[in-house]
């Protein structure tokens, strides 16, 4: 069990613990006497709740991994799990419960970069590191004028993700290049991420040399797109690219195909989910989706990590952001384990001076992750560049190039 006694008054803690298992279904063995929370914030349930529960159990396995091997020595890490839906307003919420509570550390998430926006400032606010595994938007680490003025908004805020600037060019480049597409239609779901990412889109292929013949915008929770077929179909584009999450796509490219429009739908790792397949079944064959980083099980350090997902039958896909989720997680716990050594091997008592400690940590991070070299630069973007285009190919998900983006 865990016996807690915070004094709130004056920030200070004091905290014991003994072995447990936590309500989000992980194991643990406890590192001694101190219990400090790691909160992540993701769509669990409804829309995009496949790629969110990757991120609640990528995190769930590296608190698990951390109490298991001891590696602060007298301290239990546990994980406090919060739905945000995809709601902006809910994430805010969590946020606030998240910064509220005087055992917690650190945040990882959330999923969708329009969520990010309204909880940056919570967490800034209380000091509180927050690492999103997989926000993409530029202006959440540079700014709004991330084009011609970065500057970074919140020094809390971080990313294992990288950033839409190098998706969506990265995607526009292996449209023209690689698929020799040169006509092509761009839609988006009006959200944060998807506009952003269609934008970077657009601009970028057009650069090349390539024709965007048509544009549209779709509402999240659309199910009838029979005018934006007839529309694609008459502009006589050869490729349709969408800005936006899975759970649209896969009805758009089912309808495209079903109405004699037979042409790939390529889109971002918002799409990228094994969701995207089941929904759209044979009418997704030939789709493509980019996605940060390289195909997690491509990667040895990885490997334990998938075994343990599969093994305790996690829900959700970990394929997208699992390894990003359990990086971000073990970068948190490392900037712990420094704190910790800085104070003679004691946990500081004052929650905010630890929470003050904790970014400082994770600004400074270099360790070699189960994703690659996690470190971050001065925006609190991630180092780690690299891209991974994916297409369906019988019915699964295969990496078909992988590389980082050339901006020119």
Not at 94 to 120: C, E, F, H, R, W
Not at 228 to 241: E, Q
Not at 364 to 380: L, P, R, T, W
């Amino acid at each position: 069990m865990v016996i807690l006694t915070s004094v709130f008054a004056t920030g200070a803690l004091t905290l014991t613990a003994c072995g447990s298992r936590d309500d989000s279904g992980g194991d643990s063995e406890g590192g001694g006497g101190t219990t400090l929370t790691i909160g992540v914030d993701a769509p669990l349930s409804g829309e995009n709740s496949t790629t969110g529960l990757g991120i609640q159990y990528g995190a769930q396995i590296a608190v698990d991994d951390a109490n298991k091997s001891k590696l602060v020595p007298g301290v239990t890490f546990k994980l406090k799990a919060y739905d945000d839906k995809a709601q902006p307003a809910t994430g805010q919420s969590n946020a606030t419960t998240i910064t509220g509570d005087k055992t917690a550390v650190g945040a990882v998430g959330p999923l969708n970069s329009g969520v990010a926006q309204t909880m940056q400032q919570v967490f800034s606010s209380a000091n509180m590191v927050q690492i999103s595994p997989s926000n993409t938007n530029p202006e959440l680490t540079q700014g709004k004028n991330w084009q011609t003025d970065k500057k970074r908004p919140y020094k809390t805020y971080f990313r294992t993700a990288t950033t839409d600037e190098l998706q969506g060019s990265f995607a526009a480049d292996y449209a023209y290049n690689g698929l020799k597409k040169k006509k092509v239609f761009v839609v988006d779901d009006k959200q944060t991420y998807g506009a952003g990412l269609a934008k970077i889109f657009n601009e970028q292929f057009k650069k090349l040399g390539g024709t965007v013949v048509g544009t549209d915008h779709v509402n999240t929770g659309d199910k009838d797109f029979g005018s934006l077929v007839t529309k694609v179909k008459n502009s006589g584009a050869d490729l349709l690219y969408y800005g936006g999450q899975y759970d649209e796509s896969s009805l758009i490219t089912k309808q495209l195909k079903g109405g004699g429009v037979k042409i790939p739908l390529f889109g971002g790792d918002g799409m990228f989910a094994s969701t995207y397949i089941e929904t759209a079944g044979t009418a997704s064959e030939g789709d493509l989706a980019t996605a940060v980083g390289v195909p997690a099980d491509t990667l040895p350090a990885a490997k334990t990590f998938i075994e343990t997902y599969k093994s305790k039958g996690y829900k959700g896909d970990y394929g997208a952001y699992g390894a990003y989720s359990y990086d971000a997680t073990t970068a948190i716990i490392k900037a712990v384990k420094a704190a910790v050594d800085a104070n003679d091997g004691k946990v500081p008592s004052d929650i905010n001076a630890l929470r003050s400690s904790v970014v400082d940590g994770v600004q400074k991070s270099d360790f070699e992750g189960i994703s690659g070299k996690v470190a971050f630069d001065q925006y609190g973007d991630t180092t780690n560049k690299q891209l991974t285009v994916y297409q369906v190919t019988k019915g699964a998900w295969k990496a078909v190039k992988t590389g980082t983006a050339d901006l020119g």
